[in-house]
């Protein structure tokens, strides 16, 4: 009996640790900027369901800056973590100054990675190259253990000359 009151108790203190260390958590840039929160649904004793819209630097990129919103649920299990974030994301990439690669890239590589949900979800930005157009695309979209989930969103950055310097080209950084 007392055996298994400790299992107990320490199952849920291990449960409760994860639930407060679950929330966010990035992979591959540093953490993004929180630019504003919008309620969405208004809970009277609880937090409230909101939009978050933050912003990032390309890590691999200079030169390029992303912004998405991404919904926040509301109430008690969003407050602690453990409610499972919707799949739904938006995203805008632009140019804001000249645009120098760091390091050899590939196609669809990483730039940003978000835990969604207290196990299996995780939202992802992904990058690669539009060779023709000279365009950097960027991909945001959720996967789960068992199946993803088809909503995405998708933004190009046209390579554009900035100052007296000639633009690079994508093709010449981003690889298969």
Not at 146 to 174: L, R
Request: proline content about 6%.
């Amino acid at each position: 009996m007392i055996r298994s009151l400790a299992a107990k108790v320490l199952t849920a203190a291990a449960i409760a640790m994860m639930a407060f260390a679950a929330p966010g958590g990035t992979a591959s840039a540093a953490e993004p900027d929180l630019i504003y929160k919008k309620t969405t649904v208004w809970k009277l004793l609880a937090p409230d369901a909101k939009i978050g819209t933050y912003g990032l630097d390309d890590p691999e990129v200079e030169g390029v800056a992303c912004h998405f919103s991404v919904p926040e649920i509301g109430g008690w299990k969003g407050w602690i973590g453990v409610a499972e974030e919707l799949s739904q994301a938006s995203l805008s990439c632009r140019q804001y100054g000249p645009i120098t690669f760091k390091r050899k890239l590939t196609q669809g590589e990483e730039m940003f990675s978000q835990r969604r949900s207290f196990f299996f979800k995780r939202m992802q930005i992904v990058r690669g190259c539009d060779a023709k157009r000279n365009m950097l695309v960027y991909l945001v979209y959720t996967d789960k253990l068992i199946e993803g989930s088809p909503e995405n969103s998708t933004s190009s950055v046209p390579i554009m000359p900035w100052g007296a310097a000639a633009p690079v080209k994508c093709s010449e950084w981003i690889s298969e």
